[in-house]
């Protein structure tokens, strides 16, 4: 093998070793679906590193697919703790990605926004099939939805510098940093559930 090829040419994912290619979604054709973009994540109990920036960039995807007419879902997550509680400010959505009158609203108390919701009815009554993903956490709620999705015959088309994730540890005493857990997260998903892109300017009208 040419050391010098396999050190600069990425590996294939499985979805290109099986000749597959994953368009990416448009605008004319998706469901915005908005998860967890609530204030725990921004001055709550677990603000996320560049939670600003990754706010801004969704709020203006959120802005482009209002002006398109596109259907928007509005995911926020109901926990019966101190984090997510309905009574305490960090349920609330988190501006710029604040519901507006006619955009569907689900509230979910598990990581996959399907489970015990009716996630699966509104998007069926749209009659799309493609989802454009944003909000939190990658690792967590946008993982365990988009691949539920995927078995409901739903494909995802994540857009990464409008989501994000936390510091994990590494269960030896160490920190995985954010950007390293969202970067991986997204590898994972884009080897055979979804298409990622970088920003919101990736996705066409």
Do not use: W
């Not at 677990?46 to 697919?65: E, H």
């Not at 088309?157 to 160490?174: C, E, K």
Request: charged content about 15%.
């Amino acid at each position: 093998m040419n050391s010098t090829l396999s050190a600069t040419t990425p590996p294939p994912t499985i979805l290109d070793l099986a000749g597959l290619s994953l368009p990416t979604a448009r605008l004319a054709d998706a469901v915005l679906l908005v998860i967890d973009a609530q204030r725990e994540y921004v001055d709550g109990h677990l603000p996320l590193p560049g939670i600003a920036q990754s706010l801004a960039v969704g709020g203006r995807l959120l802005a482009r697919a209002r002006a398109a007419g596109t259907p928007v879902v509005h995911v926020l997550h109901r926990g019966n703790g101190p984090l997510f509680n309905p009574s305490g400010a960090g349920f609330a959505p988190a501006a710029p990605l604040i519901p507006q009158a006619g955009e569907a609203v689900v509230h979910k108390s598990m990581a996959n926004a399907f489970a015990g919701t009716e996630l699966l009815d509104l998007l069926q009554k749209t009659g799309r099939h493609q989802l454009i993903v944003i909000g939190y956490m990658t690792h967590n709620c946008i993982s365990s939805t988009v691949r539920a999705g995927l078995d409901l015959g739903y494909r995802s088309t994540i857009v990464a510098d409008a989501s994000g994730t936390r510091d994990l540890p590494d269960g030896q005493g160490g920190t995985i940093p954010a950007a390293t857990v969202h970067a991986a997260s997204l590898a994972g998903l884009a080897d055979t559930i979804a298409r990622i892109v970088d920003d919101e300017q990736d996705i066409a009208d």
